[in-house]
C-alpha cells in the first residue's frame, strides 16, 4: 500500500492524457454554448478527472453550474480555479457574481474589487459592483461605479440607466433625466428605461410628458402591466377617466393580481360615480393586501356615498390602524 501510494504521489500526465482532457474540454464548451449542460459538466467531469490541476475545466464548469442555478457548487468550482491561477479576474467576477446570486452581497463586493485588482478595465465588475452597492444603499459608491462602467464603454446603455436609478434614490432628478435620456438614445428600445422617465416627470406633475413616455413604453412593449398602470395614473390626473379606465383594465387583463391597479381603477369609478364599482374593486384591491390602507380609506369615502355610514367608518378606522393619516379627519 506504501509503494502505491508513493506512485500515484508522484505520477505525472502524459502528453496523450494533457491532449484527451483538453479534447473533453473542447467537447465541454461547445454543448456549454448550445445550452446542453447537464452533458456539458458530464465533458468538464471528465476532464478534471483526467487533469486535476486543469483551471479552465473548473471555471467553466463553475459557469455551467452557474446555468443551472447551483450556485453554491459554482462557488467552489470558483474558489478552485483561483487556488490554480489566482490571478484570474474573470474567475472573482464570476464568484461574484455567484455569491450575488446566493445573496451574499459582502462577498460580491469583495469579489468584484478582486477582479478589478486584477483587471481594471473589467466593466462588468463595475457594473455589477454598481449594482450591489445600490441595493446596500450605497449610492455614491453606486454612481462612482457606474461612472466607471461608461468611461471604460461609453456606449453601454444599461450603465446610464442604473445610473440614473441611482441618483434618482439619491434626489438628482435632473441628472438622474440626463442619464435616463443617453440610455434610449444608445438602446432605444428600453421601455424600462422610458417608463422611469415617466415616473420622474408624474413625480414633478408634468402628466403630459409623462404621459408621452408611458406611451412610447407600452409601444414598444405592449406585454407589461404596470405600464398600463403607470400612464392610467397619468390619465387619471390629467381627468381623462374614460382613458384611465381603459388602461386600468389592460392592465387587470395582462395581469389580475395587480393591486395598484385595482386601486387605482377603484378612484377612476368614483370620479365616474360608479361608487358600487369602485367598492368592489377597493375590495378587491383589500383581498390582495389585507394590509392596504389607503384602499380602506377610498373604499370608506365610496361607502359614504352609497349611504353606508357605517361600513364607511369601520375602513376608515381600519386606514388609520394601517397609518393612513387623512382617515383622522373623517373619524374626529
Known sequence: MHCQTAFTDTIRIGKEDAMEAEKLYNEGVALFHESEYTQAMQKFNESISIRNDFDLAFYNRGLTKYRMEDYHSAIEDFNRTLEIAPQKAIAYYSRGRANQKAGNLEKALTDYSLALQNDDKLYLAYYYRGKVN???????????????????????????????STRALAGDIQSALADYQQAVLLDPTMYFTYNEIGNL????????????????????????????????????????????????????????????????????????????????????????????????????????????????????????????????EYIE
Open 134 to 164: 445600490l441595493i446596500l444603499e450605497e449610492y455614491e459608491k453606486a454612481i462612482d461605479d457606474f461612472t466607471n462602467v461608461i468611461n471604460i464603454r461609453a456606449d453601454f446603455a444599461y450603465a446610464y440607466h442604473e445610473r440614473g
Open 201 to 328: 416627470f408624474k413625480q414633478q406633475e408634468r402628466y403630459n410628458d409623462a404621459f408621452e413616455y408611458f406611451t412610447t413604453a407600452v409601444r414598444i412593449n405592449d406585454s407589461e402591466h404596470y405600464l398600463y398602470s403607470n400612464r392610467a395614473m397619468v390619465l387619471f390626473r390629467l381627468e381623462k377617466y374614460e382613458e384611465a379606465l381603459r388602461d386600468f383594465n389592460k392592465a387587470l387583463e395582462i395581469n389580475p393580481e395587480y393591486l395598484a391597479a385595482y386601486n387605482g381603477r377603484g378612484n377612476v369609478k368614483y370620479r365616474l360615480n360608479d361608487f358600487e364599482g369602485a367598492v368592489a374593486d377597493y375590495t378587491k384591491a383589500i383581498g390582495l393586501n389585507p394590509e392596504f390602507g389607503e384602499a380602506y380609506y377610498n373604499r370608506g369615502i365610496a361607502k359614504e356615498m352609497l349611504r353606508d355610514p357605517d361600513g364607511a367608518m369601520k375602513d376608515w378606522k381600519k386606514a388609520a390602524e394601517l397609518g393612513v393619516k387623512n382617515a383622522l
